[in-house]
């Protein structure tokens, strides 16, 4: 079956389809809208569709997809069965994306520290088929328009390959400042999480997982990037609710 996944993000809307698994193509919405994801949807012909939302505007976009395709939208929600276990002291508030993306990290590797390089930053532990729990900081780009926005003189500094250890100028201050600061905060945790998971790898998604694979294996980490990594996981969520109840919420 091919599935169409919606990923509602906080900038942008990501579709996907895979088919058992297997990763066939995506388009971004970046206005938001589903005749941006039309294209998409005509050239797989998808039999189902299921969305996550991390903030509370899906129901207007789902009803939206179902009136354009026909198809029956599952809704991804904290009350939906899942393949893998949940300890989080406060389920009812965990991003819906963290989620996906754990079910989806769970279909790489047992153990794993997702990372989640967007907007906001992720770093979540997936162990023993269970989702541990994690941390939330800002991304590297809301790293970079903060200090624009919430100070007087500093300029807003974009990522580039390439920067000094320590800066000789304002910008290369910041884009060193900043591109270290998140690669250590990365580098930490994973470090931190492996004592207590020996076998513990790296999972990559978001839009700065590519720039930052890059930074990591330099220092001697060797991460795995999935692109899809939150469709992925979605698939998986309608699969097992499609097979278990035969009529996917």
């Known amino acids: ?21 297997r990763f066939l193509g995506s388009a971004l919405a970046e206005n938001r809208t589903v005749q941006e994801l039309r294209p998409l949807i ?30 029956r939208v599952m809704t ?24 996906a993306a754990a079910v989806g990290a769970v279909m790489i590797t ?17 162990a023993d088929g269970a989702f541990r729990g994690g941390n939330i900081s800002p991304g590297l780009r809301l ?16 990522p580039a390959d390439d920067f000094p250890d320590f800066g000789a100028d304002t ?4 884009r060193a400042g900043v591109t270290m600061g998140i690669l250590d905060e990365i580098e930490n945790t994973y470090r931190r999480a492996k004592a207590r998971y020996p076998k513990l790898r790296i999972i990559l998604t978001g839009g700065d997982a590519p720039f930052l694979e890059t930074f990591l294996e330099a220092d001697g980490l060797r991460p795995v990037t999935v692109p ?11 699969k097992y609710n499609y097979t278990d109840t035969g009529n996917p919420d």
Do not use: W
């Open 1 to 21: 079956m091919r599935v169409l996944t919606v990923d509602i993000g906080n900038t942008a809307i990501k579709g996907s389809i895979f088919e058992d698994g």
């Open 42 to 71: 005509d050239e797989y012909s998808p039999q189902g569709a299921i969305c996550c939302s991390v903030g509370n505007d899906a129901e207007t976009f789902v009803a939206d997809l179902e009136t354009t395709t026909g198809l």
């Open 76 to 99: 991804l929600t904290h009350d939906t069965a899942l393949p893998i276990g949940v300890e989080y002291g406060t389920p009812a508030t965990l991003g819906l994306d963290r989620v």
């Open 110 to 126: 047992r153990d794993a520290l997702v990372v989640d390089a967007g907007t906001a930053m992720t770093l979540d532990i997936v």
């Open 143 to 158: 790293r970079f328009r903060s200090l624009n926005n919430f100070t007087s003189r500093l300029p807003l500094v974009t």
């Open 171 to 174: 910008e290369t201050a910041i």
């Open 228 to 238: 899809s990594l939150v469709g992925r996981g979605l698939e998986e969520i309608y």
